[in-house]
């Protein structure tokens, strides 16, 4: 790897959003199995060092790895501001290093990264930033997508989220925060996917909906028929019609949280009085039953019988810790994946 030299591929600046990639070429052996890359230390210290080979202006560099004889993946940071939603800052970010697929696919992966701590449909303002690495793959076929995200960092609202992606001796790999803590908590910030919304109301922040008076809660516009999940473990207290609910599920969770979904055209099998169910299971689907002008789903988080408001009764700070004999590893890695990550300045940051 220290013989390979890289080269500039692109450098392009967009409206205040900058890409940078670089490859290094000749292509490096192959190693036998996609799945057993390089270690990750290592691949760091490759892009600091090709980075001050370059020019100082480019802080950050992909990471080339030949991880078989079919594949050819290498590692960019994609960086921006978001304006209007994440789907347009990615792909001013991206829009020369991945084809649209993988730019919504990144978006989406995103999303499902910090879908215990963000409602990526809803907790995004104008001016946020964000900052992922990952792993772009190019088929043999020529296809590019995007494989697994190694690191990101979310500013928003002047907030930071990390997550840091470690394979502990307990786990094959998942996300940790960056103190070490798993991003897997005891509850969903939102109870529809992402994806799910996206693809209904497409790049509108807020859809607008009507409203019957009194309302109170949180709605999300979403297609008919849209899977409505529980946004944690418990038991269903309430399946059936209520009011201006229309058809409502309600379940208590373990902690006295109360959540509720409201509208749904209909219920999942099985979901009825007294039923257990796991985080993230389909309870019921979208629907415009009750007061509702439009398919939507109306949430509600109760705390004591009182409604509460999710971003706040939700907020977790942080899930099951790394075993402190793997913290100094974690940390090394940490470190190193930070270091490249916002060693990339965004345009008018610091
Ligand atoms: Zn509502």
Redesign the pocket.
Known sequence: MKAATARLLTYSIVGGLAFVAMRATPPLPSSPSLKAPASVASLFDFVHRTANEITPEVTVAPLVVVANDKDRIDTLVVAGVIHSNLFNAIDKAAGEALPRGARNGLAFSLADIFEYRVDMSRDLQDGDRFHVLVERVEKPTGAVVVNKVLAARLALSGNEYDAIHFKSDATSGEYFDSNGRSLRAAFLRAPVAFRRISSFFGLRFHPI?G?WRN?A???YAAASGTPVRTIGDGIVSFAGRKGGYGNVVEIRHRNGFVSRY?HLRGFARGIRRGTRVDIGKTIGFVGMTGLATGP?L?FEVLVGGRQRDPRVALRMHGGEPIPSHEQPTFQRLRDNSLASLLAYKLAGTN
Do not use: K, N, V
Request: overall charge neutral; aromatic content about 0%.
């Open positions: 909906l409203r309302h809660g949180t709605d409201g939507h109306h």
